[in-house]
């Protein structure tokens, strides 16, 4: 007869989802239809994406929440710098645009907004720093002209100014977004980190201390299974857009933009089931400052050392109008440091909305 623990063993889990990881493989190398590649390997991510969000917890009790959340949103964002730089190689730059705006609006709407919606069914109301939330909403916004300002040029100016100068605009724009990202951590975490103390913190970090060294080992191990696990999954992202009939923008914005950040969003939803909103707020939020403040300048220095263009911050018009109002919807639904149910709501349609827009437009370049 099975005892308690072996009946518990066999209970469902998303650690069963392990086993898609060797099934991914086996399918990539029998050349399998990329549709049933990119199925197994977006199932692949999800148990990776938890082994992350549960080292990253045990790390936050000895950090705090702020430097957690930073921790979680760099290793979450590395399935998407290995995508990127992926596509980069192979020429696909409608794709690495657009998973890196769809990844700001996963990040920002649908994590969020799926954070604040399950948080806010278990707790009535829930609150936050606002100053973080003010200071992150800021640097969005800064992010968000850090992209219209070279796509503007770009398309004003293509032909009737040599390459090389756009090419130098966008270089110059790169070291300048990662300055002002390096003094952006600065601020928060050195000079003034006393004023993103998470609001309760001290009660989140009652009970035993687990050690730090083995999460941190496993939170590695769980981000270079993730960045492995991604690389095949853009692999097959344009043969399944062909074979579904969706565009690479579309792939980009929507498919591998959730499951590039399922990391984040199984953070975010974590932490806000447990009334740790301060976390939350620096995953997803924190997430969308680091990829575009971050990644983005990053790609354009690569893109330098590969054959073919450089890689031009050069976002179309739709897709900076998607972001702008991502921003200053955040921005609205965060300016109280309270959070209900509905304002996940709110979020979630506005997601949603984009999301149908983009489907249903091949292109929004």
Request: glycine share 8%; with cysteine.
């Amino acid at each position: 007869m099975l005892n308690s623990d072996m009946l518990s063993s066999l209970k469902p889990s998303s650690n069963w989802l392990f086993a898609f990881i060797p099934v991914t493989l086996w399918l990539e190398h029998a050349h399998a239809a990329a549709p049933l590649v990119f199925f197994t390997a977006a199932l692949a991510i999800v148990p990776i994406a938890q082994l992350i969000v549960h080292s990253t917890e045990k790390i936050a009790v000895h950090t705090g929440d702020a430097v957690g959340g930073l921790l979680n949103a760099t290793f979450g964002n590395a399935p998407e710098i290995i995508i990127s730089v992926v596509a980069l190689r192979a020429g696909m730059y409608d794709l690495v645009l657009g998973s890196l705006a769809g990844a700001v609006l996963a990040n920002a709407l649908f994590a969020t907004g799926l954070s604040f919606l399950l948080g806010g069914l278990k707790f009535r109301e829930q609150v936050f720093n606002v100053q973080n939330a003010r200071l992150l909403t800021s640097m969005m916004l800064v992010s968000v002209v850090s992209l219209m300002v070279p796509s503007a040029f770009f398309r004003m100016f293509e032909g009737k100014v040599a390459p090389d100068v756009i090419a130098q605009l966008n270089l110059w724009l790169a070291i300048l977004l990662l300055a002002g990202y390096a003094l952006y951590l600065v601020f928060t975490l050195r000079t003034h980190k006393e004023l993103f103390a998470a609001v309760g913190e001290h009660e989140a970090h009652e009970g035993p201390v687990p050690a730090w060294g083995p999460a941190l080992a496993l939170l590695v191990a769980g981000s270079v299974l993730a960045a492995f696990v991604s690389e095949i999954l853009v692999g097959a992202a344009e043969g399944t857009g062909k074979t579904l009939g969706l565009s690479q923008v579309f792939i980009g914005m929507v498919v591998l933009a959730i499951v590039g950040g399922a990391a984040e969003i199984f953070s975010a939803v974590a932490v806000a089931r447990k009334d740790r909103l301060d976390m939350t707020i620096g995953i997803t939020m924190g997430s969308c400052v680091q990829i575009v403040l971050f990644i983005t300048p990053v790609l354009v220095l690569s893109s330098l050392m590969m054959d073919g263009p450089p890689f031009l911050i050069t976002f179309g018009t739709g897709t900076v109008v998607a972001v702008l109002l991502t921003v200053l919807m955040t921005a609205v639904v965060t300016s109280d440091g309270k959070a209900q149910w509905f304002k996940g709501v709110q979020l979630l349609m506005m997601y949603l909305i984009i999301a149908s827009m983009l489907y249903f437009i091949p292109q929004i370049r």
